[in-house]
């Protein structure tokens, strides 16, 4: 089974401010991989899929990158509503497989 | 737009079967995709269950494979999951989701709400 390993556990941002988030696979997945957003009490929403292919009506302050073993999620310029758990996906083996999320909390 | 609801007991006693049903709207379960479940214990990460496709093909997590079994029903266009001899460690919120056939297409593009399933007597 792939592990996804997501740092920080918790990342305290400004409104404003550029957010980075990291997702490692314990092994390449290529760029299988997809970044998922949570609010409290919804569920998970699509942000980035193929490691840097914004989901359809995405804003382009968030983006993804990297392939293989290592990836991030950036949000340029976070807004009041960016504040949530994202969490990182890996479709290139079963059993697929989820990191286990970063919390982006108000500063 | 495509639209999942899952629909099932919120409450199951320990040693008993969870049963979910997850209707799909706007999109024929039959046309294509993997139709999966997706759970979330309360506080924690997203673990993914296992998937089914439109012929009735299953993939299933490893960690849950022998308690569980999932079902497509196209003429009602939905999806069923039953998980066997539940324990508390399977209270969580269920999700139903979809997801893309192609190896590089099988993300979750569209959840159901999500409905917490508590295992408790």
């Known amino acids: 089974e792939i592990v996804m390993t997501q740092s920080p556990a918790t990342l305290s941002v400004s409104p404003g401010e550029r957010a980075t988030l990291s997702c490692r696979a314990s092994?390449?997945?290529?760029?299988?991989s997809a970044w998922y957003q949570q609010k409290p009490g919804q569920a998970p929403r699509l942000l980035i899929y193929?490691?840097?292919t914004r989901a359809t009506g995405i804003p382009a302050r968030f983006s993804g990158n990297g392939s293989g073993t290592e990836f991030t999620l950036t949000i340029s310029s976070l807004q009041s509503e960016d504040f949530a758990v994202y969490s990182c996906?890996?479709?290139?083996?079963?059993?697929?497989?989820f990191g286990q999320g970063t919390k982006v909390e108000i500063k | 737009q495509v639209q999942l609801q899952e629909s099932g007991p919120g409450l199951v006693k320990p040693s008993e079967t969870l049963s979910l049903t997850c209707a799909v709207s706007?999109?024929?379960?039959?046309?294509?995709?993997?139709w999966g479940w997706i759970r979330q214990p309360p506080g924690k990460g997203l673990e993914w269950i296992g998937s089914?496709?439109?012929?009735?093909?299953?993939y299933y997590n490893p960690s849950l494979k022998s308690r569980v079994t999932m079902s497509v029903d196209t003429s009602k266009n939905q999806f069923s999951l039953r998980l066997s001899s539940v324990t508390a460690a399977d209270t969580a919120v269920y999700y139903c989701a979809r997801a893309g056939i192609q190896l590089w297409l099988r993300f979750f593009d569209y959840w159901g709400q999500g409905t917490l399933v508590t295992v408790s007597s």
């Open positions: 193929g490691a840097s």
């Open positions: 996906q890996q479709y290139n083996y079963w059993p697929w497989t």
């Open positions: 089914i496709d439109h012929s009735g093909s299953t």
């Open positions: 092994q390449s997945v290529s760029s299988n």
């Open positions: 706007s999109y024929s379960i039959s046309s294509g995709y993997y």
